[in-house]
């Protein structure tokens, strides 16, 4: 199976997993976001195009599966140019995330992402409400910078 294949694969059942089973183990409202994750691990081990067009395919399942028509295709796809910029060494495939690491950079890039999100989500509905900030945006981010950090601490290490 090639790697293309296995990431489509792999992001196709996070989606589906996303909107099956992740969605329903909110905490005070607050979800995690894994397809948000795994954009940001392939991110950092493709091109920026690479990166933006899986950012683009999976926002836009997103969209199918929770009716918000654009909004996830479009933020999820300006997270992975984003990701995708960022200059590494040139073995991508060799970057090792500590636990520390995942914490952080899944908490910030979760607030960026989020808050595009709620601003968009508020334009649309036409609405602010306290929900959007403490749920939405501060508490799902803090609740994948968790799955984020236990990910990385459960993954097995190749410490070559």
Known sequence: MTSTTRYILIGAGL???QWVVL???GIWGATPDVVLLFL???????????????????????????????????VKTITGFLLGSVTLSDDRDAVLIQPNQAFLGGFLLTL?????LVI??????QTSNTFL????????SLYTAVIATL???????DTR
């Open 15 to 17: 989606v589906l997993a």
């Open 23 to 25: 969605q329903h183990l």
């Open 40 to 74: 940001a691990w392939l991110a950092l081990r493709v091109s920026r195009r690479t990166a933006a067009l899986s950012g683009f395919a999976l926002g836009f399942a997103l969209d199918i599966a929770y009716g918000t028509w654009g909004m996830h295709a479009l």
């Open 112 to 116: 960026m992402h989020n808050g595009l």
């Open 120 to 125: 968009l989500l508020a334009l649309q509905a």
């Open 133 to 140: 900030v403490n749920a939405l945006w501060l508490g799902s």
């Open 151 to 157: 990910v990385v601490w459960l993954a097995p290490r």
